[in-house]
């Protein structure tokens, strides 16, 4: 079993469509579900069912999927390290998985004029986790929403914005100009796995437990409101299909994007990025 592999696998069983993770992974799909199916038989157990409706996890792939995104995580994160150790000029920016922001495109064509030998990688993360990786020594530096437990973590503000519900088009709800929460209070809303970060949960679900899908990336909250008219939150101004709706919550607090790094970590390159980011996010 390799690292490669188990990417594979992971590709296949968080898209559960061989087509799919193909496409991910920039690879054909024979070789894929070759790999995935040497993976099987080295395993000795049925990690995929595979149908003409699709592809569904196997309660030993959901053991198996579980236990590689931790030890993949754990491979990137030693990567890292092993380059910081070595004294590359590198800066690894988490990115919470929210979209595209004009702050994060200014930052980036400020950084590049203000350090222009610096190679700057960047880690998308899903919704699942707003520090981007930070915890998991995956990253230097997040550009991510609060709030999130900032236990050993530096957080700096760089920006507040308001936050809607976002609602099917046709939805009854979404003629309105403005809504309050207790007009959602008998609806179904999108919500984040067990064991996310209870701040960040809560505040998504606004303050209270919701009952709904779960989800881990943006796509999937769209796709819940779009096939079920699931409910949820979303900040004003980013870009939705024309067959949903955004309608401000008036009672809810702003959103707050912050930049996140390990509490007394000296490297300048965060100092000079945070810097940075606090006007770039601000114009």
């Known amino acids: 079993m390799d690292l490669r592999t188990l990417r594979y696998f992971v590709a296949v069983a968080e898209e559960l469509h061989f087509g799919r993770a193909a496409a991910r992974l920039h690879m054909s799909q024979p070789p894929l579900s070759r790999a995935v199916k040497h993976l099987?038989?080295?395993?000795?157990?049925?990690?995929?069912?595979?149908?003409?409706?699709?592809?569904?996890?196997?309660?030993?792939?959901?053991?198996?999927?579980?236990?590689?995104?931790?030890?993949?995580?754990?491979?990137?994160g030693l990567r890292v390290r092993v380059a910081a150790?070595?004294?590359?000029?590198?800066?690894?920016?988490?990115?919470?998985?929210?979209?595209?922001?004009?702050?994060?495109?200014?930052?980036?064509?400020?950084?590049?004029?203000?350090?222009?030998?610096?190679?700057?990688?960047v880690r998308e993360t899903d919704l699942t986790d707003?520090?981007?990786?930070?915890?998991?020594?995956?990253?230097?530096?997040?550009l991510t929403r609060a709030p999130f437990d900032t236990a050993g973590l530096t957080v700096r503000e760089l920006r507040a914005d308001p936050v809607g519900?976002?609602?099917?088009?046709?939805?009854?709800?979404?003629r309105h100009d403005h809504l309050k929460l207790a007009d959602l209070a008998?609806?179904?809303?999108?919500?984040?796995?067990?064991?996310?970060?209870?701040?960040?949960?809560?505040?998504?679900?606004?303050?209270?437990?919701?009952?709904?899908?779960?989800?881990?990336?943006?796509?999937?909250?769209?796709?819940?409101?779009?096939?079920?008219?699931?409910?949820?939150m979303t900040p004003l101004g980013h870009d939705h299909p024309a067959e949903l709706a955004v309608v401000e919550l008036i009672d809810m607090a702003p959103s707050r994007v912050v930049a996140a790094w390990n509490e007394g970590d000296p490297n300048s390159l965060i100092r000079s990025f945070v810097h940075l980011a606090t006007t770039a996010y601000r114009v």
């Not at 038989?41 to 592809?55: D, E, P």
């Not at 519900?165 to 979404?174: E, F, H, I, K």
């Not at 505040?203 to 096939?227: F, I, K, N, S």
């Open 40 to 76: 099987e038989t080295g395993l000795g157990a049925t990690l995929l069912h595979r149908s003409s409706a699709g592809v569904t996890l196997t309660p030993a792939g959901a053991v198996l999927l579980d236990e590689a995104r931790t030890l993949l995580d754990r491979a990137d």
């Open 130 to 142: 707003p520090t981007c990786g930070l915890r998991a020594g995956l990253v230097d530096v997040a």
């Open 85 to 121: 150790a070595a004294g590359a000029a590198t800066i690894t920016v988490g990115i919470l998985g929210d979209g595209t922001d004009r702050g994060a495109t200014r930052l980036a064509a400020a950084y590049r004029r203000q350090h222009p030998g610096v190679e700057v990688r």
């Open 165 to 174: 519900t976002v609602l099917r088009a046709d939805d009854p709800l979404a």
């Open 186 to 232: 008998d609806r179904r809303w999108f919500r984040f796995p067990d064991g996310t970060d209870p701040l960040w949960q809560a505040y998504w679900h606004g303050g209270e437990p919701r009952e709904g899908p779960v989800v881990r990336g943006v796509q999937e909250c769209v796709q819940a409101v779009l096939w079920n008219s699931t409910v949820g």
